[in-house]
């Protein structure tokens, strides 16, 4: 099908006009089907649109004139014809028709704070229970994008983006259409989306596929996230949680700028080992960290690699892949994968002997073994069986008998080099820069096939072959990110404290919880120990807050820029102690004296002098010290170009620094001071204000030369 109002035509027809359609979170939206469909249910009061997502995204929005003149040429540079979601804006405006209802289980972070319909209709749900949760609330179409490319003149598809909830869901949805409901399935092509290969190719359930809609005007821009600035706080987080990823372990983390700091750290532990060294000395581990290094985590070099298995593959493990850091394999047969634990296995009679002691195959070998060792690289594909007797290259045949000495010598010629079908990374769904589609594109086939966009069931518990992957997710170090966490031990991601959502829980808690069941297992919470807005300091770390995501009787490791607590196993009084250490020395005693009113911390604790250096200008010597190797602004590349880096640094120091009151103040003064105009042309050139015509336009030139020459 070409046409998106056709493709509306059929559902409308065979669901009545009475609509629950479920989409993927994020990029896998069929935005051009949706956008038709949104548009005739909203003529047309008699048909009711209920839509079950998350993540539904959109172009980021300016709030200050001069921010517009900053951020508005950059977004249509990087969107270009991107096609925005028709229900995004009514939403956040409390301005949906009466006839369509938006249901999400995660909303862009902060986007809907101000957004009573997003509030009221937010359905909090573990990753895990999406599909469950979906299933109850009856939806009755399902849409999502796909991937398309031609294999022997066949037609291929793939979930490519966001198979995670769709592959747990389809099942539950097929058993109700053979029970009799209506249920649609709805694929919209897009050309640009990256071809996804293992459990996210389509062909399983290409049959269940109602619609295939291949609309020439749906192939637009792909939405994108660009890299965000690193500031020497975020580093400094990434590079304390750097040092507790254990080689040859399991690593998951999420997106944005931690996990960014965390990617280069990593990096550079393996590329630059003595330059890692020398921030690790110049920040001095304390005793306990170093401790928790030696048993948990490491310093040096990747010898044995990573394994990825992380709900969302962002740009940062895809660029560990590429350097080569993620690179253990994991296998889907527990009895191999049991084996390449202890010692790499390869093809071979001593491997073969292995899986026969672990009852993995016979002494006579059936059609399901044969299948396995061939999928596996074990033997070459051109064995075969045939009665009693095992067929091999040249019509070469021998007895089906492992100990037989003639069918042993005959087998050496057809092991494999090594093995096969290992994976590196298992993810859910991705999302991230234009260069990360491409790169995901551009990947030879064996690349490709390494990484296996799969189940969310399977990533994010570990319900369900559980045996499989125990082994497989040895040393696993779940590395997530809260905004708030208090001395106890609670962390808070997902809602500020009057209840307003802030993103959505989407898979903390799984992963969370799933760190305390796997042996060898961390949970790592990344957070900033403060914040600044509008000139004031604010401590992320408090003594008590409303609301927890992540409950503290689930703490295990916390990170901040000033170091590493472990609190799993400890006692209330000596988790305080740790996150004391951690926190800014700003509000260390203020913290300290609401712990022992409580009567949480005994009354003559005095906070060791070692962390009474918790502050900005303790991190900025020792990068200064080490310059932008160490701590580049832009660690994985970024969409802005060198001036538009400069900028924001500059509108980011505005923001951040000056409050309401001082903003007026500080403008004031810059409109009579004499400016460095020649010093920043580019910059002003770029924000139209290389020659500013009216009261307005001058005064944001002088503020933005000062936030320029601030920042230089």
């Known amino acids: 099908m070409q046409n998106a109002e056709q493709a509306v035509d059929y559902v409308i027809e065979q669901t009545g006009g009475e609509i629950r359609l479920a989409m993927p979170l994020g990029l896998g939206k069929p935005n051009r089907f949706v956008n038709a469909l949104y548009a005739r249910v909203e003529k047309d009061s008699s048909l009711s649109l209920d839509i079950y997502t998350a993540l539904s995204l959109g172009k980021p929005g300016a709030g200050s004139d001069l921010e517009k003149r900053f951020l508005n040429p950059f977004a249509d ?12 804006k009514p939403q956040k405006r409390s301005a949906l028709p009466d006839n369509i209802r938006v249901f999400e289980f995660f909303v862009q972070p902060g986007s809907m704070l101000g957004s009573d319909s997003a509030q009221q209709h937010y359905i909090s749900s573990n990753y895990t229970h999406v599909a469950r949760d979906l299933n109850a609330r009856k939806v009755n179409v399902v849409a999502q994008m796909l991937a398309h490319r031609q294999e022997d003149d066949s037609d291929c598809y793939s979930f490519s983006c966001n198979p995670e909830v769709t592959l747990d869901l389809m099942p539950l949805l097929k058993a109700r259409r053979d029970a009799g409901e209506t249920i649609i399935s709805v694929g919209q092509v897009h050309r640009d989306l990256p071809f996804m290969e293992n459990d996210a190719r389509v062909d399983d359930w290409l049959a269940e596929m109602d619609i295939l809609l291949d609309d020439p005007q749906g192939h637009t821009r792909l939405f994108s996230t660009p890299n965000m600035p690193v500031n020497i706080q975020d580093h400094f987080v990434g590079l304390h949680a750097s040092t507790l990823i254990k080689d040859g372990g399991t690593l998951q983390i999420g997106i944005g700028a931690l996990g960014d700091a965390l990617v280069h750290h990593l990096r550079l532990r393996e590329q630059d ?36 298995c992380s709900e969302m593959m962002t740009h940062g493990l895809l660029t560990l892949i590429d350097d080569g850091i993620i690179r253990r394999p994991v296998y889907d047969w527990a009895p191999l994968q049991q084996l390449e634990m202890h010692n790499p296995a390869k093809p071979g009679l001593a491997l073969l002997d292995a899986l026969r002691e672990q009852d993995a195959i016979r002494r006579r070998l059936n059609h399901d073994h044969l299948r396995q060792l061939k999928r ?43 093995l096969a079908g290992g994976v590196v990374m298992h993810g859910g769904f991705f999302l991230g820069p234009q260069a990360f589609y491409a790169r995901l594109r551009e990947m030879d086939a064996a690349s490709r096939a390494a990484i296996n966009m799969t189940h969310i069931s399977f990533i994010n518990h570990l319900y369900g072959d559980e045996t499989l992957k125990r082994l497989q997710r040895q040393d696993a170090r779940f590395v997530n990110t809260a905004f708030t966490v208090t001395l106890l031990g609670a962390a808070v991601a997902d809602q500020v404290e009057d209840g307003r959502v802030l993103s ?79 926190a800014d020395s700003r509000f260390q005693i203020e913290l300290m004296e609401e712990a022992q009113a409580a009567g949480k911390l005994r009354k003559d604790y005095q906070i060791p002098e070692s962390y009474r250096r918790n502050n900005p200008e303790h991190l900025h010597e020792i990068a200064e010290r080490h310059g932008d190797k ?59 204000l290389a020659d500013p015509h009216g009261i307005r336009a001058h005064l944001y030139q002088r503020l933005l030369l000062t936030a320029l020459e601030a920042t230089r």
């Open 77 to 88: 540079r990087l969107f270009g014809d991107y096609e925005e979601l028709a229900y995004l």
């Open 273 to 308: 080992n003595d330059l890692y060294q020398s921030l690790l000395n110049a920040w001095s581990l304390p005793k306990s960290h170093q401790e928790l290094v030696d048993s948990e985590g490491g310093t040096g070099s990747f010898r044995e690699g990573l394994y990825g």
């Open 376 to 418: 596996f690289g074990i033997f070459r594909h051109d064995v075969e069986k045939h009665g009693d007797e095992l067929v091999l290259p040249n019509d070469i045949r021998v007895a089906n008998d492992l100990d037989d000495r003639a069918t042993r010598e005959a087998l050496k010629a057809v092991f494999g080099e090594e």
């Open 504 to 582: 959505g829980v989407g898979g903390q808690y799984n992963f969370v919880s799933q760190a305390h069941e796997l042996e060898g297992a961390r949970s790592i919470l990344m957070v900033r120990a403060w914040r600044e807005r509008a000139g004031e300091a604010m401590s992320n770390v408090l003594f008590r807050y409303g609301h927890n995501t992540i409950p503290r009787h689930l703490r295990d490791v916390v990170v901040t820029e000033y170091g590493v607590a472990d609190l799993r196993g400890k006692t209330d009084e000596e988790v305080v102690m740790a996150m004391l250490n951690v």
């Open 630 to 688: 160490a701590f580049p602004t832009f660690p994985l590349g970024s969409d802005f170009n060198d001036v538009e880096q400069r900028l924001l640094k500059g509108l980011t120091w505005l923001k951040e620094k000056v409050s309401q009151k001082e903003y007026l103040k500080l403008g004031r003064k810059a409109l009579f001071e004499e400016g460095s105009e020649s010093d920043f042309a580019a910059e002003m050139e770029r924000m139209a």
